[in-house]
């Protein structure tokens, strides 16, 4: 039988059959009266692990990234982030919808310079809409997993704080980011009002994220989560896949993160050698790499009927993303069947 070789995204993975065994042992009580204990355990951890005082265990990232801008802005503001970034681009208008926000979008090249910021940021001004919060997005999911070192989130932060913004980071991938950048990840989450962290990405567990910030915050933050329907029972079922993926998968991101590199040198191969493909990246952070062929549909048409499944976003831009289901001998058929369907 043809092994299927989902490269879509790192959120098709599936629960292995020790983490499920760990999540059916879970002791469990009612969320919503903050009385399971599995729950509870997750929510302290992660927020220490992270370096702040209190979790909110949530659904989604998406939920989580909401509930934070809800937070800490009021309707009519605006919220400034990055070009592409995921709370302007695949949350479906939330910010919008819930939070009655706009948004200012640096340019992705930029790489949110001082003079970015500046010149990005809106005044208190009768015809403006006075912009509230920096998103920052860590690693970028559309910049094939771009990650913001130490150094440069402390400058981008004091630029922020001389115009008296909040800071949040969505960092759905923050533990690839940590990961590459071989540091604490309380170095990247340092000097943050809020952070959100996913669990069902590269960590592989089947659902859920986090929102971090100052205690007071996050007690705000479960109202908010409860108004949107985000009130959950026994969950504890759930909060002890992550807590597994937690314990078990974070160093063996390093793996995804090389066998996306083995991806990217074949690829540059391939183009060297006059085939119809194109990455201008100069490198590669995490476990993610957009590049581009002559013909992007047919491409990806060709490789799902070799099982292998690839993201076709439009003008012949590919995405390939790793994740713990992918081995070496995965990238190796990946290859090789590229090469078929660009020579075709």
Known sequence: MLKTIDLRSDTVTKP?????AYMLKAEVGDDVYAEDPTVNRLEERVAELLGNEAG????????????????QTRHGDSVLAEEDSHVFLYEAGAAAAQSGVQFDLIPFADSLSDASIDAHVKPEWMHYAST?????????????????????LKRIQQRARHHHLLLHCDGARLWNAAVALGCDIKELTT?????S?????????????MLIGGRELIQRARKIRKRWGGGMRQIGYLAAGAEYALIHNRE?????????????????ELEESGYPVSTDLPQIWTNILYFRVSNGEKT????????ILVNHLGHGKLRFVTHLHIDDRDIGTTLIALRRALKS
């Open 56 to 71: 909110l265990f949530t659904p989604s990232g998406t939920m989580a990234n909401q509930i934070a801008i809800n937070l």
């Open 197 to 209: 962290v996913c669990f069902s990405k590269g960590l592989g567990a089947p659902v859920g994220s």
């Open 132 to 152: 509230k919060l920096l998103v920052i997005e860590n690693s970028h999911n559309r910049g094939s997993g771009k990650v913001i070192a130490p150094k440069d």
């Open 16 to 20: 292995t059959p020790e983490m499920l």
């Open 252 to 268: 063996r991101l390093a793996e995804d993160h090389h066998r996306i590199k083995m991806l990217f040198d074949g690829i540059k």
């Open 300 to 307: 990806a048409e060709a490789l799902k009927s070799e099982g």
């Open 191 to 195: 000097g943050f009002d809020t952070v």
